[in-house]
């Protein structure tokens, strides 16, 4: 899966959500995907929340397969920012 491939995936669940903030999730050099409200993208932009993950992984959590709180526990992702932003990911993502 592709930074784009995942921001196709999540397109749908984030404009008919009630996210109302703005997380990043930052692949290093695999690109970046931007939560902006209701609005996705593959540009870098400041964000509220940073969330370093693997695409990998960022894939696995797109599916399903991977829980948030078990990942972060997992230290499979480092959250740098407003942790309550994070904590929004799991309604975001179920």
Same mark, same amino acid.
């Given at each position: 899966? @592709? !930074?784009q $491939? /995942?921001?196709e %995936?999540l @397109?749908? +669940?984030?404009a008919?959500?009630?996210?109302? +903030? *703005? =997380?990043?999730?930052?692949?290093?050099e695999? #690109? *970046?995907?931007? !939560?902006? +409200?209701?609005?996705l &993208? @593959?540009e870098?932009? $400041? %964000?509220?929340?940073t !969330? %370093?993950i693997t695409l990998?992984?960022?894939? &696995?959590? *797109?599916k399903g397969? =991977?829980n948030p709180?078990a990942?972060?526990?997992? #230290?499979? =992702? +480092? *959250?740098? #920012?407003?942790?309550?932003v /994070?904590?929004q990911?799991q309604?975001l =993502?179920?």
């Amino acid at each position: 899966m @592709t !930074i784009q $491939e /995942a921001k196709e %995936a999540l @397109t749908e +669940r984030v404009a008919n959500s009630n996210f109302d +903030r *703005v =997380l990043k999730f930052d692949c290093g050099e695999d #690109g *970046v995907l931007v !939560i902006n +409200r209701h609005e996705l &993208s @593959t540009e870098d932009a $400041e %964000a509220e929340c940073t !969330i %370093a993950i693997t695409l990998e992984d960022l894939h &696995s959590l *797109v599916k399903g397969e =991977l829980n948030p709180v078990a990942g972060f526990m997992q #230290g499979k =992702l +480092r *959250v740098d #920012g407003d942790m309550g932003v /994070a904590m929004q990911l799991q309604n975001l =993502l179920s």
